[in-house]
């Protein structure tokens, strides 16, 4: 079976590969703010949770004549930083970045990390799980030039919270309470939940090779 990522991050491509699977990466773009406001009220974690699943559908939906979706499992992922009530996602502009950060410095924010699995078979979806889970992350207290160094980086402005744990971000971060895959934005135990909600185990996935040479002395 092949896996197929709906997602274009590197981070959670990442965390795929050094877990064992090697996807096919097929990306669909949606509208995240029309899916934000279809979902006004709703509890944040459930607004994450239908943005991925929005992702999946459009990605099974844009790709259907793709041969790598025949028969697969489609993994989407969505992550957003929870802080004061207020969902936050990419900051897209350096401006944005920098205004972030002097909100979040030195403080404790949620990052929620949603998937949407659906298993494939001769074309169409036979089954589908969602699911979200968050970790507290808890902010260093950078100054004013490390801050602009790192939004001239470019990492910052296309990533939930406006930093990652798995690059240059991971300065700047002073502690995780939770799971770090969730917070890189691939949380690896939901993953394999809903996998299994879908009658998929995980280790079946693994690609034997790469899961071999990662315990080799």
Known sequence: ????????????????????IEP????????????????????PGSVVQAIAQAKADAAVRNHAADPALAESVVISGDSMLLLDGELQGKPHTRDEMLRRWEQQMGR?????TGHAVLRVEAGRVIAQAAGHAGAMVTMGRP????????ADTGEPLEVAGAFTIDGLGGWFVESIDGDPSCVVGFCLPLVRRLLAEVGITVTDLWNRERAGSAVQP
């Open 108 to 112: 404790t924010g949620e990052l929620i």
């Open 1 to 20: 079976m092949i896996v197929v990522l709906a997602s274009a991050s590197s981070g959670r491509l990442s965390v795929l590969r050094a877990a064992g």
């Open 143 to 150: 100054s004013r030039a490390e801050l602009e160094a790192y």
């Open 24 to 43: 096919v990466v097929l990306v669909a773009g949606i509208d995240e703010d029309a899916v934000r406001a279809a979902h006004l009220g709703r509890e």
